[in-house]
């Protein structure tokens, strides 16, 4: 289940659609995890658009989720930047 740093700080400097939500959950057990990405499922439904940013913590169980948006990102422009990313990692 560990994913190694390198890969997760790839994945994070890649290409991003018009919206981004990032989410770092954190427990004491699996359980604990599901339960609080249920709440902010819930919480997230619940604002829509306004939900821009979740912070939480307790006994067994912490996370956060924030929003980011690029208005400037269009469909075409994600699909051209996408090609560009994979090309550049094909050729590694």
């Known amino acids: 289940m560990r994913e190694s740093q390198s890969s997760k700080a790839e994945v994070l400097s890649g290409v991003h659609r ?21 709440e902010y ?3 997230i439904q619940e604002r829509g658009p306004d ?3 979740i ?5 067994s169980v912490g996370g ?3 929003a980011v948006e690029d208005p400037e990102m269009t469909h ?14 094909h050729d590694q």
Do not use: K
């Open 18 to 38: 018009r919206f981004e939500l990032r989410m770092v959950l954190s427990g004491d057990t699996w359980e604990d995890i599901q339960r609080l990405a249920e």
């Open 41 to 43: 499922s819930q919480a």
């Open 51 to 53: 939900c821009v940013s």
């Open 55 to 59: 912070t939480t913590g307790g006994y």
């Open 64 to 66: 956060y989720v924030f």
């Open 76 to 89: 075409d422009r994600w699909a051209d930047e996408l090609r560009s990313w994979l090309d550049e990692r």
